[in-house]
């Protein structure tokens, strides 16, 4: 969360460097702008695909801890396994 915040932020900033740039005729901060902004939302690009990976991982895991749970009838197993699930599907949704 502390990345995406992050993120946000440079592009906000960036953003606004690139937009007083244009209006004072500073070409240098406007680009400076422009490319901070670039940079923070391709670093989140980044952080996105990064977080969808782990949240297979989580779906792949949960849904073999269940069967392993169902299989031996260990309920907690089975338990972490959709807790498991579940939170893979909400960080695939990021």
């Given at each position: 969360?502390?990345?995406?915040?992050?993120?946000?932020?440079?592009?906000?900033?960036?953003?606004?460097?690139?937009?007083?740039?244009?209006?004072?005729?500073?070409?240098?901060?406007?680009?400076?702008?422009?490319?901070?902004?670039?940079?923070?939302?391709?670093?989140?690009?980044?952080?996105?695909?990064?977080?969808?990976?782990?949240?297979?991982?989580?779906?792949?895991?949960?849904?073999?801890?269940?069967?392993?749970?169902?299989?031996?009838?260990?309920?907690?197993?089975?338990a972490?396994?959709?807790?498991?699930e579940?939170?893979?599907?909400?960080?695939?949704?990021?």
């Amino acid at each position: 969360m502390t990345d995406r915040l992050a993120n946000s932020t440079n592009s906000y900033i960036g953003a606004a460097k690139q937009a007083i740039g244009n209006t004072i005729g500073n070409t240098t901060l406007a680009a400076n702008g422009a490319q901070q902004q670039s940079q923070a939302e391709s670093a989140q690009k980044a952080a996105d695909a990064k977080t969808h990976a782990q949240g297979v991982g989580h779906k792949a895991e949960g849904q073999l801890q269940q069967t392993v749970g169902s299989l031996t009838g260990d309920t907690s197993v089975e338990a972490r396994g959709n807790a498991n699930e579940v939170r893979g599907d909400l960080e695939r949704k990021v």
